[in-house]
């Protein structure tokens, strides 16, 4: 099993950053894949962005929504992938959640709230 642990959201003015922290309960270099996904209110869940684990140059995926202002990347060390959020506008307020799919078995964190208000 995995453990998710997020953390780093909050209430963010329009075009501020914000970068949040998804820490595994056991080494990243046991699993498939993290990603981050987000849940707007009054709409579904859906994918922010991916990192395959397992392989070396750790492949990456990217909303088109957000591409060129999000990143996804990992921390071998610390068994943590991070989302750094800039550029960050009203539509990105959601609750994130972080994934992984471990030993053919998804897996999720308990989400944190990313707010982008004036």
């Known amino acids: 099993q995995v453990q998710l642990v997020e953390s780093g959201g909050g209430l963010v003015q329009p075009g501020g950053s914000l970068r949040l922290s998804c820490a595994a309960s056991?080494?990243?270099?046991?699993?498939?894949?993290m990603a981050w996904y987000r849940q707007g209110p009054g709409k579904e869940r859906e994918l922010v962005a991916s990192i395959v684990l397992l392989t070396s140059d750790g492949e990456t995926t990217t909303a088109d929504s957000v591409k060129g202002r999000f990143t996804i990347s990992r921390d071998n060390t610390k068994n943590t992938v991070y989302l750094q959020m800039n550029s960050l506008k009203p539509e990105d307020t959601a609750v994130y959640y972080c994934?992984?799919?471990?030993?053919?078995?998804?897996?999720w964190g308990q989400g944190t709230q990313v707010t982008v208000s004036s």
């Open positions: 994934y992984a799919r471990y030993a053919a078995a998804d897996y």
């Open positions: 056991r080494s990243i270099f046991s699993i498939y894949s």
